[in-house]
């Protein structure tokens, strides 16, 4: 079981940024992403990231970055250019094997979530 701790949320006004990081537990993970669930709203996948080949969301594309330290210890996500509409609780999910994709059903771990304001 990996352990997954989100930081970096906060409140910014449109057209601003922040980076969210998250710590893993374990390194061995095979896949790692980003999630996001805004109030009233289902969970959808926001970026994710294996061996340093990534996929986004259409809504962030150009505007959000995952990345992974070295060690594949730490989890990234730099959000800039934030909209109304990317306000939500933002998770942290790792899976261990299988394909990397941005269906949240398919990850086994998972963090707090750190929460992200924009107005």
């Known amino acids: 079981h990996v352990q997954l701790v989100e930081s970096g949320g906060g409140s910014v006004q449109a057209g601003g940024s922040l980076r969210l990081s998250c710590g893993a537990s374990?390194?061995?993970?095979?896949?790692m992403g980003w999630f996001r669930q805004a109030p009233g709203k289902g969970r959808e996948g926001v970026a994710v990231?294996?061996?340093?080949?990534?996929s986004y969301t259409d809504s962030v594309k150009g505007r959000f970055t995952i990345s992974q330290d070295n060690a594949k210890s730490n989890l990234y996500l730099q959000m800039n250019s934030l909209k109304p509409e990317d306000a939500a609780t933002y998770y942290c999910?790792?899976?261990?094997?299988?394909?990397?994709?941005?269906?949240?059903?398919?990850?086994?771990?998972w963090g707090q979530g750190t929460q992200v304001t924009v107005s």
């Open positions: 990231i294996t061996d340093g080949t990534t």
């Open positions: 374990k390194y061995s993970t095979h896949c």
């Open positions: 999910a790792a899976r261990r094997r299988g394909s990397c994709l941005l269906d949240w059903t398919l990850y086994e771990n």
